[in-house]
């Protein structure tokens, strides 16, 4: 089995001058990377909004499979140490964005389960209409020990952006979420997946520890850091649901290719159509 899960990371394209660990213990495909955005009342058509319901059913079914949440510094202490020990059967919870929701909806669930999450923030949409106000941050960390990071600054592709965009966008907000919630910033997802060489080593040389992107299965240490795929969670009821916690190599094949067509259809289209394309398709609210 170690060698097939090798072989699989090898056929994602990791190569020799990009660190491979034998003695991560479980790979990141055996641990579910689940990503949520705003929660409504009810389901609507942009298909990264899941209903109240929906989530509280995702947790429900967690909890009685006997999934355990770990926090994002804990997974990558597992993947980096040899010697770090996570419950057997863990999970990420992820929320992007900041939404107003996650605090209002999702919250009170997650506690329920007492389950943690990690919360990533675009710092410019901090207190706008729909979105959560510095308070509400703070205590999302001091009383319910949740964990907030960075979501960038403007949510914009950093993938083509000249060097001081970049910097607004990684150390600006980085700062600002420091400041801000009083501790130090060290993990960050990117907006809209959106990244190349360039971007990671500026996230490296803005230090941050592990960056996380929307390429299911996917697990990268480039010079130091980490890079995590995730499961955006679109439209996934129940009887799907379960296919998000499980380890399938026929998906991950599956997954993977359709990134690469996303890939070259960038490319194809170039980096503003396709985002323009992007938030047509999903709704995505700017």
């Given amino acids: 089995m170690v060698n097939l899960k090798k072989n699989f990371v090898l056929f994602l394209g990791i190569k020799e001058n990009k660190v491979w660990k034998e003695d991560m213990k479980k790979l990141s495909v055996d641990i579910p990377i ?7 009342k009810y389901r609507v058509s942009d298909k990264y909004t899941t209903s109240i319901n929906e989530f509280a059913e995702h947790m429900e079914y967690l909890q009685y499979n006997n999934y355990q949440t770990i926090s994002l ?9 040899p010697f770090f020990d996570i419950p057997e059967k863990s999970c990420l ?6 939404h107003q929701s996650d605090f209002q909806f999702a919250l009170p669930i997650l506690a329920r389960h007492n389950f943690k999450a ?4 675009t710092t410019d949409w901090i207190g706008k209409q729909g979105y959560m106000i510095p308070e509400q941050l703070r205590e999302l960390a001091t009383t319910f020990g949740m964990s907030v990071q960075c979501h960038g600054k403007r949510h914009i592709p950093l993938k083509g952006l000249s060097l001081d965009n970049l ?3 990684l150390v600006v907000s980085k700062r600002t979420l420091e400041d801000l919630m009083g501790a130090e910033i060290y993990y960050m997802s990117f907006p809209g997946g959106s990244f190349n060489k360039d971007v ?26 980490f890079v995590v795929g995730r499961h955006m969670i679109k439209y996934v009821g129940k009887s799907n649901f379960n296919a998000c916690l499980k380890v399938d190599y ?8 359709m990134s690469v067509l996303k890939k ?12 323009f394309l992007w938030k047509i398709y999903t709704k995505k609210i700017p």
Avoid: W
């Avoid at 919870?93 to 900041?98: A, H, M, S, V």
């Avoid at 990690?118 to 923030?121: A, E, M, Q, V």
């Fill in 73 to 81: 510094c804990d997974y990558i202490r597992h993947i980096s140490e």
């Fill in 264 to 275: 070259n259809f960038k490319i194809i289209v170039g980096n503003k159509m396709y985002y």
């Fill in 118 to 121: 990690t919360f990533f923030i």
């Fill in 167 to 169: 910097l607004q966008e």
């Fill in 200 to 225: 990671l080593t500026c996230v490296r040389d803005a230090r941050y520890r592990a960056v996380m992107c929307s390429i299911p299965f996917y697990l990268h240490q480039i010079d130091g850091l």
């Fill in 250 to 257: 026929a998906a991950h094949i599956r997954a993977y290719f």
């Fill in 93 to 98: 919870l992820t929320f992007d964005d900041g």
């Fill in 34 to 40: 689940l990503t949520y955005h705003r929660l409504t």
